[in-house]
């Protein structure tokens, strides 16, 4: 006979229980003897402890699910400004060489490995092997939900991913990460506007306001030195004003869900600045 783990079968088990121990003349609430119970009361309250144990393991995920995700990270920010709060608190301890290295223990590892992931936020940050975000916010294993690319560019593969973070993950923040002395950034300030490869192409226009942004400050436009740093902002800025205004992400601003911001790392005092 098949086993029934549904929640209808359970619950008939259930009744089944109580109509029977209510009918049973030797119950153990009358009985003088707690060795006088139903023996076959006994052996039936015992099947139904083990029906109930099998089916746990054997129930549908939505039944195992109901009360919603598991947060492994026991301080898990539940507000989007909270989030925000929790990355610069994080850079705060490594730019003073004071990191924690939370959610690195045996205990972290087990529970990422047995549950569905839910980082408290999205970082779009440049490939630069320098410029590890997990580390730069002293966060742990499950917290950060990271898409990498040279030059921290928004890219469709990208965008997809940070989709399915925000959307799919529930991220309550998304920060497009610059950093000071960025390769790919120097190297579209060098080559702009003439043809080069979408990794560069693509901060062009980040390039294109730097440079009047630097002229109408008095600089020198053609002085990659002068135009570099500004890029670097600029392209972290409009990177992040670009998603905001797609979907999903425009919707989960509006209904107060996620925070979209952008930063540059420096790699002198290892310091994130938030831009917007």
Known sequence: MPIRCDAAALSAAESDARSRDARSPDRL??????????????????????????????????????????YCNPNRPTTPA???????????LWATGNQQHPGEDTTRRDCVAQN?????????????????????????????FVVRVAGNSNTAVGQQSLTYGVNKLHALALLVLGHQGCGAVSTAVTSFPRP??????????????????????????????????VAIEQHAL???????????????????SLIVAAG??????QAVTILT
């Open 29 to 70: 609430a009358t009985s003088p003897h707690p060795s006088a119970m139903d023996r076959r009361a006994f052996l039936r309250l015992g099947g139904y402890a083990g029906l109930a144990g099998l089916c746990w393991g054997l129930l549908p995920a939505r039944f195992a699910d109901a009360a919603g995700p598991v």
């Open 82 to 92: 909270d989030a925000m709060a929790a990355l610069m608190a994080g850079n705060g």
């Open 116 to 144: 569905d992931q839910t980082p408290f936020a999205a970082i779009l940050s440049c490939a630069d092997s320098r410029v590890p975000p997990a580390l730069i916010f002293d966060q742990g294993l499950g917290d950060l």
């Open 196 to 229: 080069a490869p979408a990794f560069v192409s693509l901060i062009y226009p980040a390039v294109r306001k730097a440079r009047l942004i630097v002229q109408q400050g008095g600089g020198n436009p053609d002085d990659p030195t002068q135009v570099i740093p």
């Open 238 to 256: 409009m990177t992040a004003a670009q998603l905001s205004v797609r979907t999903p992400f425009k919707d989960l601003i509006r209904n107060g």
């Open 264 to 269: 540059v790392y420096s790699l002198d005092n």
